[in-house]
C-alpha cells in the first residue's frame, strides 16, 4: 500500500491510500511548482498522481507557530504498520531542481 499522509500542528489525515502489488518495484516522485508539491508514481510507464496537490510550505520546519530553522526538506520513508516484517530498499533516489 503506498500511502499519502499530511500532517499540521493539529494531527496527521491520510490524503490517499493506493494499494500497489506486492513484491514489485515501485517509483516514486513528487514534481513542485511554486508552493505546491504534486506526489506520483509510475503506472504503465506514465505519471499517476497520489492525492491532491499540497502546500509544498509545510514540508519545512518552520512552518508553524515554533521558531525553527531548517527550512524545506526532502526524504524518504518506509513502514510496515501490520507485523513490521517487511523491509523496504531504496534505490536510485534523486533530486533535480531546474531554476525558473
Known sequence: MLSLVERDEEGARQ???LDVEQGDPVTL???VDGAYAQFWFLWDETRAPIGPPLDFSR?????????R????????????LVDAAFTADFTGFRLTCTPT
Open 15 to 17: 490524503v490517499a491510500l
Open 29 to 31: 516522485g513528487v514534481s
Open 59 to 67: 514540508l519545512s520546519d518552520d512552518y508553524g507557530s515554533r521558531l
Open 69 to 80: 530553522f531548517t527550512g524545506a526538506f526532502a526524504g524518504i520513508h518506509a513502514r510496515d
